[in-house]
């Protein structure tokens, strides 16, 4: 194959040579048992749509289910309508919302797992705490009607209105009270999203953990895990080890996941995260590994998946999707890398050209040579000679 050019940071060019061999045929395998997975997944975007970054969200339909359909063949269940879907960055309440329908029904027609974005992105301005609540209250009962796990997500517009940790205990068990059946409580570090910066009621992550907690030990029955997403090992260690019995903790950390799925005498986490879209059959490979208790090959696995994942989501990390749709674009999972808010202008050419390398060098391309082609072809209309 031949080599291609790929940009650098500071300037130039440097030579890259594709790998020629597909990887493996990815297959499924039995249920995974050892871990709860789930891959948020990222939307679609139709390119033929006449919109602007500010428009509605125009999505493929049929190429966004088609991509829940890969990650479930392979026994990973969907976090669906999460910030990897552009929640709150191009995708506003009604096109989730719709999101959330759609896939919930193809959840059931595939026999999938999937879990939804519960949060309040419909208020568009300052909010009160009732507001707050009730706009909340609207997402959980779409969600609960659709027949999905919820996911009670970080809001932007109560970080807003709180003024103290009160306001999270009232509003969070007002919602767990109402809640059919057990759900998933996420904690967006502002790392992600900055509007959350002082969530739970204090900007001290200690203050804030045990407000958190205190959420979670007032109504365990109601609570079957928690999305830790603030990028410290260290610290969601510590915690895990502080829940109820019977309440989970779901890494949400695309630095340390190896470390965290894998445990230690004290305990593991389970998985929710972003970096399972592009790295969906591999990471099921690896849990299946820990599944037999073969640890060393669950590491094997994902140690060497950790550079990309550290590299899509560097600073700004709420711009880690532009990566992941890439990556999408050249396993052939899409036919385009357009984004949804037209975010695939939100990296730089060399950060997209480092990703197709790691990626690539991991074998995560099903097709080696169509990945390098499209390569090829974003290079050379960015200017890039080939």
Same mark, same amino acid.
């Given at each position: ?7 650098? *940071?500071?300037?130039?060019?440097? $030579? ?40 509605? $969200? ?28 552009? @929640? ?12 959330? @329908? @759609? ?42 009607? $659709?027949? $999905? ?28 009270? /109402? ?47 928690? !999305? ?9 260690? *510590? ?46 490979? *690896? ?8 640890? !060393? ?12 994942? @550290?590299?899509?989501? /560097? ?5 880690? !999707? ?11 999972? /899409? ?52």
């Amino acid at each position: 194959m031949t080599t291609l050019l790929l940009p650098v *940071a500071g300037g130039g060019t440097r $030579a890259y040579t594709p790998s020629a061999e597909p990887p493996p045929t990815a297959v499924g395998g039995p249920p995974l048992a050892s871990r709860t997975v789930f891959s948020a997944a990222h939307v679609v975007a139709d390119p033929f749509a006449d919109v602007s970054p500010d428009s509605p $969200a125009a999505v493929d339909w049929d190429a966004t289910l088609a991509f829940r359909r890969h990650l479930w063949s392979h026994g990973l269940g969907v976090a669906e309508a999460m910030d990897t879907a552009q @929640r709150g960055m191009g995708l506003d309440w009604a096109g989730a919302a719709e999101l959330i @329908r @759609r896939s919930a029904a193809e959840a059931k027609a595939a026999g999938g797992r999937i879990a939804c974005g519960v949060g309040t992105d419909q208020l568009t301005g300052p909010a009160t705490l009732p507001e707050v609540r009730s706009a909340y209250e609207e997402q959980l009962a779409l969600v609960d009607a $659709a027949g $999905a796990q919820p996911i009670l997500m970080a809001s932007r517009a109560l970080a807003a209105a709180a003024t103290s940790p009160d306001a999270y205990l009232e509003t969070y068990g007002h919602l767990l009270r /109402q809640a059919r059946e057990p759900v998933i409580l996420h904690w967006l570090g502002p790392m992600f999203d900055p509007a959350l910066e002082g969530y739970w009621g204090a900007a001290d992550l200690d203050a804030a953990t045990e407000t958190f907690l205190e959420v979670i030990a007032a109504h365990p029955d109601k609570v079957d895990g928690i !999305k830790v997403s603030l990028l410290d090992a260290d610290r969601e260690i *510590a915690l895990r080890r502080r829940l109820p019995d019977g309440v989970r903790c779901y890494t949400g950390d695309d630095f340390n996941y190896p470390e965290l799925i894998a445990g230690d005498d004290h305990g593991f986490s389970h998985a929710l995260l972003g970096i399972f879209d592009p790295l969906g059959p591999l990471a099921a490979e *690896a849990v299946r590994a820990l599944d037999t208790g073969d640890v !060393k090959r669950f590491r094997a696995l994902l140690d060497p998946t950790v550079e990309l994942s @550290r590299h899509l989501f /560097q600073a700004p990390t709420r711009y880690y !999707k532009t990566g992941v749709v890439l990556l999408a674009w050249l396993a052939g999972h /899409q036919t385009h890398f357009t984004m949804v808010g037209g975010l695939q202008s939100a990296r730089s050419l060399p950060h997209l050209a480092r990703a197709y390398e790691l990626a690539d060098g991991l074998g995560l391309f099903p097709d080696p040579a169509l990945a390098a082609h499209r390569m090829r072809s974003l290079l050379t209309v960015h200017g890039v000679p080939q």
